[in-house]
């Protein structure tokens, strides 16, 4: 009997010695570096996705590249002999988990994730802009004024707005890079 005991108890230890993937907690805005981080652990695969994306501001349009997923990134590795090290890493704040049970993901599913980012693990998001649309000015005399874009004018980079101007609607031409898209650009469509 002690025999089959001991048969069981190694199929669970290589049952839990198994590498999976599971969600990494990290600091507010730190994905990106406890990524790095966990990268530099001996047999830890890491996976943290991100987006680029152009978005008004005041200083016009800026570049922004943040986490898919705020707060989390994911590592394969193997929990039993592994945690503690990546629970100690810089800008982890932990592992995903509910009570003493710490989830994993298929690696088929991070597979599919994967595919659709380049190696950097960066996909970037286009807020294409369509007619009908309601636009900021983020550039030149016009910067700040919400206008809709009435036509666009393909081959050129440019775009018809129409704007009210002295009491009347007005239609004027401005460039692409002259304006952006009012609204949250995360939610725009994945080009």
Not at 161 to 185: C, Y
Request: aromatic letters at 8%; glycine letters at 6%.
């Amino acid at each position: 009997m002690s025999e089959k005991l001991d048969k069981t108890a190694d199929s669970d230890a290589a049952i839990e010695r198994d590498p999976h993937w599971y969600c990494v907690r990290a600091k507010p805005k730190a994905e990106h570096l406890a990524a790095a981080h966990l990268r530099q652990l001996e047999e830890i695969t890491v996976f943290c996705p991100r987006i680029r994306y152009q978005k008004a501001t005041k200083r016009g349009k800026v570049r922004f590249v943040e986490a898919l997923f705020p707060g989390y990134l994911f590592a394969k590795f193997d929990l039993r002999l592994q945690m503690r090290a990546v629970q100690a890493q810089p800008s982890v704040s932990g592992l995903l988990h509910f009570g003493d049970y710490y989830p994993h993901i298929s690696a088929q599913q991070i597979a599919e994730m994967r595919s659709e980012f380049d190696d950097d693990e960066v996909r970037e998001i286009e807020a294409r802009i369509e007619e009908g649309d309601e636009v900021e000015i983020v550039d030149g005399a016009l910067k700040g004024l919400t206008v809709m874009v009435s036509r666009l004018l393909p081959g050129r980079e440019r775009v018809r707005i129409l704007m009210e101007w002295l009491g009347e609607d007005r239609e004027a031409e401005v460039s692409v890079d002259a304006i952006a898209r009012k609204g949250n650009v995360r939610r725009g469509p994945m080009t």
